[in-house]
């Protein structure tokens, strides 16, 4: 089973981790998300703003 983590979990994530492979971890699920044909555009406006 895989989950993932709401985009709003992954950008709180990315502005307040204290461990940095946490905050790079995180960048890397937005990017991937930004980048993905099937992410909605409100969602890759919220993602490109963070």
Known sequence: ???QKPTEDL???LSR???MTG???ALRQLKTRL???TT???EK???SVA
């Open 45 to 47: 406006t919220r993602i």
């Open 17 to 19: 981790d204290e461990d």
């Open 35 to 37: 980048d993905a044909a």
């Open 23 to 25: 905050r790079l971890w």
């Open 11 to 13: 950008i709180y994530q």
């Open 40 to 42: 909605a555009a409100d």
């Open 1 to 3: 089973m895989t989950f």
